[in-house]
């Protein structure tokens, strides 16, 4: 299905802003147009605040980390005074990236100049430029970003005049307040690269539709969508939320033996099942009764999008002499069932790629597919 030239007129979407059991699903177009993307990372992914990974990634002073996101290079560090802190990856010279992958230093040097930085962004020293009319060492320091912090995770904002992260979160803090995240350890990161729109993974991952399918072998032994309660929650922030009642681990395969439940959950709703809030545009954290998760998407293009899979444990699971033989359990299940998600949005990818392809129409299981097609036509609709 061919996108239209007048792509952005909101009449082209009317059939998805009906009631849910009304409504279509997006134009295909919205899962592989150029045009459509781009305006994507204008409106949101550039305006929003990013989740862009844990505080353990940075943890001593001069740790750091490089990362492009929405097209944009960036550095995230922690400062030698221990203050968390995100650049733009630009020297301010010629615009060389100044740093690359993950490691830690005392100062920035750039690797084509030698021009050097220290962490809190200050230009210290520029070779060959006392020469240069007019030149401050002060005025050329790194640029700065938005930067903050809730739960252990990192956040990042591009737009200097967007309302701060609390704001952005709204209610979400109070209601995962029980896991106690921030006193979670990141295990294990993984990284995947997927070939499918960055939406489709993040829609997949709202819906309990797919488990007796896709998930026939894993998941849906122990936590399928007919026997357990499944709940969308009223939610007040820029996220959507399920709750899944259940028994056991939602990151344990049946029958495979994990750590014990977390005690701050005893005598709760949370102790009999898992909470998942999926933080727009692009972030799902889940939350069970012994750990939580998270996939963190970075949009690479229209049909292609980095994933990674945080692991998060209590910390004094970590400092168990079994933590390591009980944790592969976890990792096993997790990875098995990403594997198995994946392959579903690749292969949506290539069925949206089609001449013939044509909007859908939603099941009463995908209320927060529909949701989240309207908060993203919302804005780059405006």
Not at 183 to 202: G, H, P, Q, S
Request: glycine share 8%; with cysteine.
């Amino acid at each position: 299905m061919q996108a239209p030239t007048d792509i952005f007129d909101p009449t082209h979407y009317a059939a998805t802003r009906r009631p849910l059991l009304e409504a279509e699903t997006l134009p295909p177009w919205c899962y592989t147009s150029e045009t459509f993307y781009r305006r994507e990372v204008e409106r949101i992914f550039r305006k929003v605040w990013n989740f862009v990974g844990h505080v353990s990634q940075v943890g001593e002073p001069g740790d750091y980390f490089a990362l492009t996101f929405a097209c944009v290079p960036v550095i995230i560090l922690r400062d030698l005074a221990g203050t968390l802190r995100a650049f733009a990856n630009t020297c301010r010279h010629r615009g060389s990236a100044l740093l690359e992958g993950s490691g830690n230093c005392r100062a920035i040097v750039c690797p084509y100049h030698s021009w050097t930085y220290a962490l809190d962004g200050a230009l210290r020293a520029a070779p060959e430029m006392k020469e240069t009319i007019g030149f401050d060492t002060a005025d050329v320091g790194l640029i700065p970003l938005r930067l903050d912090t809730w739960g252990g995770f990192l956040f990042l904002c591009f737009d200097a005049e967007a309302p701060g992260l609390s704001h952005y979160l709204g209610d979400l803090p109070d209601r995962v307040a029980a896991y106690g995240l921030e006193d979670m350890v990141c295990a294990r990161r993984k990284e995947f690269m997927i070939e499918c729109n960055w939406k489709l993974f993040v829609e997949n991952a709202k819906e309990s539709y797919h488990i007796a399918t896709v998930h026939r072998n894993t998941i849906n032994k122990y936590a399928s969508a007919r026997s357990s309660g499944y709940w969308a929650e009223e939610t007040l922030g820029e996220y959507v939320c399920t709750f899944a009642q259940h028994e056991g681990s939602m990151a344990l395969l049946q029958n495979d033996p994990g750590f014990p439940a977390n005690e701050r959950l005893a005598g709760l709703r949370e102790a009999g099942g898992t909470r998942a809030p999926l933080i727009y545009p692009s972030t799902y954290l889940a939350c069970t009764i012994d750990c939580a998760w998270y996939l963190e998407l970075h949009p690479l293009g229209p049909k292609r999008t980095r994933l990674i899979h945080g692991a998060l444990f209590p910390k004094d699971r970590i400092a168990r002499d079994d933590f390591e033989a009980k944790a592969t359990n976890y990792y096993k299940r997790w990875d098995i069932t990403i594997e198995e998600d994946i392959v579903a949005s690749d292969r949506q990818q290539l069925g949206m790629a089609g001449p013939f392809v044509r909007p859908g129409r939603f099941s009463h299981r995908e209320p927060l597919v529909h949701q989240i097609d309207n908060w993203v036509l919302d804005k780059v609709l405006v």
